[in-house]
């Protein structure tokens, strides 16, 4: 993995799990100590997240962690579930054997993981998802909800403190790898597209 790339992904996760708060100010050299990455890769992974719109450079300011936007919420959803659900369709079409014994291996691992880990649970969902979307064989599609997980992510830890059982929703996608497994692409997208709309309910409810 390139340097950026994985400066990417390390920032990345400290934006999309709260660790760098909404608004605060990203010191170059902070990230540089704690990732021990050099300036070049930081910068270059702040500029790919500036236009995924997780930060926002503001000219002789500096660079911030981008707000979490509430309004936003009902927008995300309005493209994630038709997207998601075509992203299912595709996946029962064109996922192959190992690609379900991944995801099969996924929920084995998620039995491992404690209630009261919550970020555990959360990695099991987001990997889940991530594996869905190589399995549509659609680099374009794929690009696109990475895009939108990971704002949906934040809200989703933003409240995670007043949701109830985060096993639960994580465990839904059970009926998406089985739809899979017979190729059966209506009921995969009806799981996924259930899936995300409990979430959003979960989300609403506590905001």
Known sequence: MRLSEKAYHLIKEKIVTLELLPLSVIDERVLM???GLGRTPIREALHRLAA??????????????ANISITDLQKIFEVRMPMEGLCA?????RVTAGQIAQMERLFHALEQVPDRDIKGLMSVDER?????????????????????????LR?????LD?????????????????????????RAEAFIRQH???????????L
């Open 33 to 35: 100590e704690e990732l």
């Open 52 to 65: 995924e719109g997780l930060v926002n450079i503001v000219p002789r300011r500096g660079m911030f962690v």
């Open 89 to 93: 369709r595709l996946a029962a079409q």
């Open 128 to 152: 889940f998802h991530h594996l869905l979307y190589q399995a549509a064989d659609n680099e374009f599609l794929a690009e696109a909800l990475d895009r939108l997980y990971a704002p949906s």
């Open 155 to 159: 809200l989703w830890y933003l409240v």
């Open 162 to 186: 007043r949701l109830g059982d985060v096993r639960d929703a994580v465990e839904r996608h059970r009926g998406v790898v089985e739809a899979l497994k017979t190729g059966d692409g209506e």
């Open 196 to 206: 995300i709309a409990q979430f959003q309910q979960e989300i609403k409810a506590v």
